[in-house]
T-cell receptor
Framework: QQPVQSPQAVILREGEDAVINCSSS?????VHWYRQKHGEAPVFLMI?????EQKGHEKISASFNEKKQQSSLYLTASQLSYSGTYFC???????????FGKGTRLHILP | DGGITQSPKYLFRKEGQNVTLSCEQN?????MYWYRQDPGQGLRLIYY???????QKGDIAEGYSVSREKKESFPLTVTSAQKNPTAFYLC????????????FGDGTRLSIL
């Protein structure tokens, strides 16, 4: 079942913070986060495995609440390069296929 | 440099025609995937393969076929049975299936003439 991402779109000014959420109705083994710029391939950001460990990647970090089957991606002090569409992907168990959400479009204004 | 190569970048299909999209990887990854991307729909899984000579249907396999005769190659055929093939097709690979990051190719944009 496809995870639900919110919000669908966000417009920020450079330097502002954003949070993107990803929710599933099923218990999860892992949550993946990817960013895609227009016309390009998605680029891997991070994976969170069940256990609730928060991960960081420069000014981008994420958390995974396995009790709520929810993950959040945090972008702090956003830069123009952060613009793009962010996708979460979920796996229900170790060798499961990834099911991607519909994406959250992020636009950063100078 | 290792990576995933998709070709062609743009492809046009005539009515009733089968077309094949190429996907080659030199990352020595066991798992490979095909996704279809339509505006506002995210990435939808067509087929995936966890090992050579084996593959499984994804969520939207109807009208598509694949083969996995070599570890490096996972071609996708869009058959004439696929009535709405216009989309952006992405190939990806990962070291193994499960809990591993996926590396994507640059995609093939398929249009109908």
């Amino acid at each position: 079942q496809q995870p639900v991402q919110s919000p669908q779109a966000v417009i920020l000014r450079e330097g502002e913070d954003a949070v993107i959420n990803c929710s599933s109705s099923k218990a999860l083994y892992s949550v993946h986060w990817y960013r895609q710029k227009h016309g390009e391939a998605p680029v891997f950001l991070m994976i969170l495995l069940k256990g609730g460990e928060q991960k960081g990647h420069e000014k981008i970090s994420a958390s995974f609440n396995e009790k709520k089957q929810q993950s959040s991606l945090y972008l702090t002090a956003s830069q123009l390069s952060y613009s793009g569409t962010y996708f979460c992907g979920t796996e229900r168990y170790r060798d499961d296929k990834i099911i991607f959400g519909k994406g959250t479009r992020l636009h950063i204004l100078p | 440099d290792g990576g995933i190569t998709q070709s062609p970048k743009y492809l046009f299909r005539k009515e009733g025609q089968n077309v094949t999209l190429s996907c080659e990887q030199n990352l020595n990854h066991d798992a490979m995937y095909w996704y279809r991307q339509d505006p506002g729909q995210g990435l939808r899984l067509i087929y995936y393969s966890q090992i050579v000579n084996d593959f499984q249907k994804g969520d939207i396999a109807e009208g598509y076929s694949v083969s996995r005769e070599k570890k490096e190659s996972f071609p996708l055929t869009v058959t004439s049975a696929q009535k709405n093939p216009t989309a952006f097709y992405l190939c990806a690979s990962s070291i193994t299936s499960g809990g591993q990051p996926q590396h994507f190719g640059d995609g093939t944009r398929l249009s109908i003439l």
